[in-house]
């Protein structure tokens, strides 16, 4: 796995209550193990826990998975199963369980299956060598639209995240990521678990989730532009951690002649980690010009380009932006744009609407089901942050479908049309990225504008058919250098903080709302963005050539900080806000 780790796990006492069924009795909770559970800043995507605990010596590393971690993890896989039994439209007990290559991916594998299987679950995995069942973090989430017998899918993943963390996403009916109310009856039922019984004896299901992925993504495509460039290209592709099998496999599918670069990194994040003297030197021997570094689970990406004899590293907020203005300028493509608040804002002005949300896709889904009127659960809407743009850069808070659909509408009529095809793009600063076709045509019976789709509705992170684009474009001579602004730049950074210490941040600061403050002689007028139940989620920091932002992490102990800039002085002006806000707020 990473050469210079060993890796140990704590024994289990079992109860052998027969031939088949093992009892695992459960220590209490301690306070701190109930805020993992049940954490008080409400995760963006799924839970993480930090399941090894590090020793560090003169003779190494060591990872030691205890008891009490482990325990952390069935507690959550028996209480989702409870809970997906008690809602009232589940007939088929049929669950998908799919991993990363964590060190502790199969440990989790198999626990979380025995649990089930006792549950009375029918288990899936991903056909795979034994005790494995490895599937993107992507393919994982949008394989409940695409089964339709699976209305359950467990994703076992913590993303960029170090070897020592993992994590559960779990997908029902939707995918969208789980939040609300449905996150915390899952976290309450997990509070009060005092034992695990476990199903040794199981019948395990095997589905190939991946190609009908892989399907999916080339139907979608088509829909956008020919994909031809590809055949025949060389492409280095680096998974951080694993082999990336589907999307090595769907690359070859168009023709391309894949690189495969083995070498695991720890952490497993292409954003933080970049080896570039390694890869200029394969591309060189594989005559490529193009590199996709791409981490644990598939969802955050970045490029390693050579064009015009330069090397060039593009992060998400780069590449996304330059993609969205080549396609809306050079291939007329009308795009609804929705992102997250502190993601790049230089594709703005060539979309046809923008949307602006709170950061994770538990926000941008809500908006994807607004357009094709798909009821979403009210707890959903009323815990996201949901704005589109309206006359002068006036932010209209969204709180239900009509007026979004409204605002299309009037746009498509002031040009003249009774019908147009969009491109959906939903993405985040992060890495995350997913497309969808929207149809809007006037029903010329009733006169009602109708909005429709021939596709699957995938509501979470689904970078790969962004990245086959932006590879197709590159393949093409298109230069992501020409396609934005280069004289501003964006990063994202953090602070290091614990719940009640963002809490604190967040409430402190609010004083500030509407108000002009100086830091470090540069003006900032502060504005405070609210979900829909009226709580301040992001603020807002926007000087004469700048905006800022930041918001409580969902899946550490931070604050992150977004600034949009001066490429020559962005990074100091970060710096100073980040002290600022620490000293005088924490």
Do not use: C
């Amino acid at each position: 796995m990473i050469d210079n780790i060993d890796f140990e796990v704590e024994s289990i006492q079992f109860k052998q209550i027969d031939d088949t069924i093992k009892l695992i009795e459960l220590p209490e909770l301690s306070e701190e193990e109930k805020n993992i559970i049940d954490p008080v800043v409400a995760p963006t995507s799924g839970l993480r826990i930090q399941i090894y605990d590090i020793d560090e010596t003169s003779q190494g590393i060591t990872y030691s998975l205890t008891r009490r971690k482990l325990f952390l993890f069935l507690r959550v896989f028996k209480a989702i199963g409870l809970k997906f039994k008690e809602m009232d439209d589940h007939k088929n007990l049929n669950v998908l369980i799919v991993t990363d290559d964590r060190p502790s991916s199969e440990i989790l594998l198999n626990y979380s299956s025995q649990i089930f299987a006792y549950q009375g679950f029918q288990i899936y995995h991903q056909t795979d060598e034994a005790g494995k069942s490895r599937v993107s973090s992507p393919y994982g989430a949008a394989s409940v639209a695409l089964y339709e017998d699976i209305d359950l899918i467990i994703v076992l993943t913590a993303s960029h995240n170090d070897l020592s963390w993992n994590g559960i996403k779990f997908y029902i009916d939707y995918p969208i990521p789980i939040s609300g109310d449905l996150f915390k009856d899952v976290s309450k039922i997990a509070l009060g678990i005092n034992q695990i019984e476990l199903q040794t004896d199981y019948t395990l299901q095997f589905t190939d989730a991946i190609q009908k992925n892989n399907d999916y993504v080339r139907e979608l495509l088509s829909k956008i532009i020919d994909i031809r460039s590809l055949n025949g290209e060389n492409i280095v592709i680096w998974p951080y951690l694993g082999k990336a099998e589907g999307i090595i496999k769907l690359y070859r599918d168009y023709g391309a002649n894949v690189h495969l670069i083995e070498e695991n990194l720890n952490p497993p994040n292409p954003i933080k980690v970049v080896k570039e003297e390694k890869l200029q030197t394969i591309m060189k021997e594989t005559n490529s010009n193009l590199a996709l570094l791409l981490d644990a689970d598939r969802d955050r990406i970045a490029l390693y380009v050579k064009q015009n004899g330069e090397f060039s590293y593009y992060i998400p907020n780069e590449i996304y932006s330059a993609t969205h203005n080549i396609l809306a300028k050079q291939f007329e493509k009308k795009i609804i744009n929705v992102r997250t608040i502190p993601s790049d804002l230089r594709g703005d002005h060539t979309s046809f609407l923008n949307v602006l949300t709170g950061v994770g896709y538990k926000h941008l889904g809500v908006i994807l089901y607004f357009l094709f009127g798909v009821e979403v659960d009210q707890s959903k809407i009323d815990s996201a942050i949901l704005y589109m743009e309206g006359n002068g850069d006036q932010l209209i808070q969204i709180k239900e479908p009509t007026p979004l659909r409204n605002e299309i509408i009037k746009k498509i009529e002031a040009e003249g049309l009774e019908n147009a095809r969009f491109i959906v793009v939903m993405w985040e600063e992060s890495g995350g990225h997913t497309l969808n076709i929207l149809n809007v045509q006037k029903n010329l019976d009733t006169q009602n504008y109708e909005f429709t789709t021939d596709l699957p509705l995938i509501a979470d992170k689904y970078i790969v058919p962004a990245l086959v684009l932006v590879t197709e474009l590159l393949s093409r001579e298109y230069v992501i250098k020409d396609a934005i602004d280069w004289s501003i730049k964006g990063i994202n950074q953090t602070i290091e903080a614990t719940d009640r210490e963002k809490l604190a941040i967040m409430e402190n600061f609010e004083k500030e709302d509407g108000k002009d403050i100086t830091i470090a002689e540069k003006t900032y007028h502060i504005t405070a963005l609210y979900d829909n139940n009226g709580n301040i989620e992001i603020y807002k920091l926007k000087s004469e050539d700048s905006t800022l932002y930041f918001r409580p992490s969902g899946t550490g102990p931070e604050v992150r900080f977004y600034i949009f800039g001066d490429r020559e002085t962005y990074l100091e002006e970060i710096k100073k806000v980040k002290k600022y806000v620490k000293k005088h707020y924490s």
